[in-house]
């Protein structure tokens, strides 16, 4: 599987951005998919997750109720839709995919990575 993230950009606070991570391969749908990020300095971390049917997603708390993860297989994209996005969501972000129907918020545990997508929201 390759995935390509896209749709980063330069974003005030308070608003909003949707990330799409488009992927190769006909088996897209037996992929759980997760999106991660990185801020300078700093290790990446889980972001969001959705298993392969996009029945069960999770979330890290410090993105919930702002951030969505959804995804259409029929499309082999999966999206992150961020609203009232703050400076400290300023980072790289990166899609993941893992075979299989199980949700992961670990690094290890991903079998394939995108190249990544600069998100920067000014104060």
């Known amino acids: 599987v390759q995935l390509q993230a896209s749709g980063g950009g330069l974003v005030q606070a308070g608003g909003s951005l949707r990330l799409s991570c488009a992927a190769s391969g006909r088996t897209f749908s037996r992929y759980a998919m997760g999106w991660f990020r990185q801020a300078p300095g700093k290790e990446r971390e889980f972001v969001a997750a959705i298993s392969w049917t996009g029945g069960s997603t999770n979330y890290a708390d410090s993105v919930k109720g702002r951030f969505t993860i959804s995804r259409d297989n029929a499309k082999n994209t999966v999206y992150l839709q961020m609203n009232s996005l703050k400076p400290e969501d300023t980072a790289v972000y990166y899609c993941?995919?893992?075979?299989?129907?199980?949700?992961?918020?670990?690094?290890?545990?991903?079998?394939?990575w995108g190249q990544g997508t600069q998100v920067t929201v000014s104060s």
């Open positions: 993941a995919a893992v075979y299989g129907s199980s949700l992961y918020a670990t690094l290890r545990e991903y079998d394939y």
